[in-house]
């Protein structure tokens, strides 16, 4: 893992997201780092994420999924490059489609561990496997398509 | 449309979902309600709920798309057995899958129109077609497949 999460680096014009942005206090704030050829995010809902009692409601599991695939594709299509991502021009990534199999509850006591696996980086294009876990179980399994913006979003103010 | 909506029927033990509990005070509290044979959700995004500047993070459509169709689940169940809401024995729901397209950006500026069509309804489980709309126009396809919960959940604290 690297010390910058992947979200440190944009720039603030592409900042304000509610799941990844740092700038969006109201947020979920998620980071996200390589972890050898995957990339990992840790999360720890607060009590009020809940569905039934003790249980994670599902749309946070879907927006960490949702957020930390955009993020591993950005960090993914940087990687390809062989750039650092505060390198310009900027490539960043919003999602196309998003799947999510819930296989169990997701416990609320627990903090998440969010893995990414890129499936397929083409073009403006990147697939993303994603495992959601608690306690070293998988609850969720998610496959998000990612789909890279034009460079006017996430270009530096002043470049 | 009635005038109760499908959340408002829930027991208190069930009514703690971030995104669809009446109970629960940081959470969506969305409310769902008939419209002939389709289900309807309205629903005003906060500024903070932003992407990029000025359109809806995907997280937030994912769980609009999700707490509705497990409303409309539930509220189709009760339907196709023509009981009400608040009878026993429960029927609520919880998802399996979901799965979103996002097919243009979401303006943060409207009121979201979030409709449900059961699909199928078939044991305890219900799949649900789902549209999000902004300002008439259709940005986000959902289908959600819903599975009916053991009865111990839903059931009224006493009963």
Redesign the interface.
Known sequence: MTDIAFQDYYPD??S????C?RL????LQIKSYWDGDETICHFRP?P??????GYV????I???I??HATGTAAAAAYRAENRAMDTEPPLRF?????????QR?TPIDAVLEVRGLVKELKGRKVIVAVTLSAHGEICARGEVVCVR?PEE?GRRAGE
Chains 1, 2 share one sequence.
Do not use: R, W
């Open positions: 014009n592409v304000q997201c509610y799941g942005g969006n206090e109201h947020g607060k009020y994420h809940t569905a039934i009692p409601y599902g749309g946070l879907a927006s960490l949702d957020c919003v999602t196309a489609s998003l799947h999510v199999d819930y509850p913006m979003f």
